[in-house]
């Protein structure tokens, strides 16, 4: 890629953390508004499950395609695949915005994440591209914080579009925003010269597509209150492993591989990846479980649980912003362990103050955020520069596949205590009683149960401290600070 002037560099980057910023959006935005959605499809309202898809579908993609497509990024330059995953976007926005059904419905939303998922790793190469690692972490920090900034701006945007044109408006108004993303990308950005010499890997590519997949289907429980795993989700997850290990034995004897480990820093590398699988955890577990204790320890419906995971979302895009700039002065190694042992110590406070977990949520969010941008600057400086998009995806789904495995541990051996604690509690009937020691008994009932679920939060948050000091450790193995100048 030519050399760019600095104000053309930023352009490029911001047009390209434009689109990311799009499709982190619809990541989030049909949280608010999935009732609805399952009202016009014809699904009972106590069937919920049978809309799962809709979540899974783009997560599926999402997950799925991104080893592959940053690879193709690092052979036919980043400039197309983003145009590319754009096109695709608006097709899967079209085909999502005129479905009658669940089922095209469904596939609309994978075509989504399918091409959402892929501009993250792919602008974070991007950025690689163009700046010097010196100055490279600020960059993915602003990019860090448009991926996160979706999580707060995607649900209310789903319920503000949705109230003045209905949910298919949410589908409608992506396609001239990725017009807009598309165009804003041709131009800022220089097309690049194909690498004749950078060869792809697509049986790789698609195998291990196809593990994360069944990972991803065997992973996600739409009532993880209930379950550890769905009721597929065993043989989803045999299945997967079964062909992680095709993979494996593919990537072994192949002359033409995935990640080429020629060159790679596999110590800081594997370090990234790890750290990068907790804080996806953590944060995972710190979604669903703040919206379970809202709705059940204080009574609040889920607009309520939503405002109040706010706390812990407005955070994430503010210790972006701030860890990019931390790491491009002090290295990834120093933010990244401040991040998370500060998380740390933010979810002992949550631990100890359930309910009142306002101010806690405020700084976990903050200090994960911090963890962002050294995370991907690390995962780019470890690897030769021409497997950068394949290095960034790799970042991208070990935070994805922590977010997946965390929540489905961390929720089931949570609710096995509570139902160890609870298992001796007996709920108080109104009957050989007046209605004076009834009410006396069920309020004592109820103080217990509340007491139970308390302590079953307070251990969520407990185990996500033991999580956080893990990505410390695994941190200290990260790059230090960047000695070589450089003019870009």
């Known amino acids: 890629m030519p050399p760019l002037r600095t104000g053309r560099r930023r352009l490029a980057v911001g047009a390209a953390g434009a689109a990311v910023l799009l499709g982190s959006i619809d990541a989030y935005v049909l949280v608010s508004v999935l009732v609805d959605m399952i009202g016009d499809l014809d699904i009972p309202v106590n069937h919920l499950e049978r809309a799962t898809p809709l979540v899974t579908g783009y997560l ?24 590319v995953c754009l096109a695709a976007f608006a097709i899967g926005s079209v085909i999502s915005a005129v479905s009658l059904e669940l089922a095209p419905l469904v596939a609309g939303r994978a075509l989504q994440g399918l091409a959402g998922g892929a501009l993250l790793p792919v602008t974070m190469a991007l950025a690689a591209d163009l700046f010097a690692a010196r100055r490279r972490a600020v960059v993915l920090g602003w990019v860090g914080a448009a991926q996160e900034l979706g999580a707060v701006l995607g649900p209310l945007a789903g319920a503000g579009i949705a109230a003045l044109v209905g949910w298919r408006g949410i589908f409608w108004i992506n396609i001239p925003l990725a017009i807009l993303a598309a165009l804003a990308v041709h131009f800022a950005l220089p097309s690049g010269a194909p690498r004749k010499d950078a060869r792809i890997d697509f049986l790789g590519g698609g195998l291990l597509a196809v593990a994360l997949g069944l990972f991803t289907v065997g992973l996600y429980n739409p009532e993880p209150e209930y379950s550890v795993l769905p009721s597929w989700g065993p043989i989803a997850i045999a299945a997967g492993a079964a062909v992680l290990v095709v993979f494996a034995l593919q990537q072994r004897f192949s002359r033409v591989r995935l990640l080429d480990p020629e060159g790679v820093r596999w110590g800081p590398y594997a370090a990234c990846l790890a750290a990068s699988a907790a804080a996806g955890a953590v944060l995972m577990v710190t979604l669903v479980d703040t919206q379970l204790l809202a709705q059940t320890l204080l009574g609040l419906d889920s607009a309520g649980g939503a405002l109040l995971l706010m706390w812990f979302l407005v955070g994430l895009p503010l210790g972006a912003v701030a860890g990019g700039a931390l790491a491009s002065r002090f290295g990834e190694r120093i933010p990244s362990i401040a991040g998370f042992a500060t998380a740390a110590a933010a979810y002992v406070w949550i631990a100890r ?34 497997r950068h998009g394949t290095a960034a995806a790799f970042a991208v789904v070990a935070r994805m596949m922590g977010m997946l495995i965390g929540v489905a541990a961390l929720t089931s051996w949570s609710l096995n205590r509570f139902l160890e604690s609870t298992a001796d509690l007996d709920m108080p009937l109104p009957i050989g009683v007046t209605e004076a020691e009834f009410q006396q008994q069920y309020t004592v009932y109820l103080e217990a149960l509340d007491r139970a679920l308390a302590a079953q939060y307070a251990d969520v948050f407990t185990a996500a401290v033991a999580i956080c000091l893990a990505g410390a ?9 960047v000695r070589v100048t450089s003019a870009v």
């Open 353 to 386: 103050t359930v309910p009142d977990v306002s101010p806690g949520l405020a700084l976990a969010g903050l200090a994960l955020g911090l963890t962002i941008a050294p995370l991907s600057s690390a995962a780019l400086r470890t690897v030769p520069e021409d």
């Open 473 to 481: 450790i695994a941190s200290a193995a990260l790059p230090g600070r």
């Open 60 to 83: 599926l993609g999402y997950i799925a395609g991104m080893p592959l497509l940053g690879r193709v990024s690092d052979r036919f330059g980043r400039r197309i695949v983003i145009h």
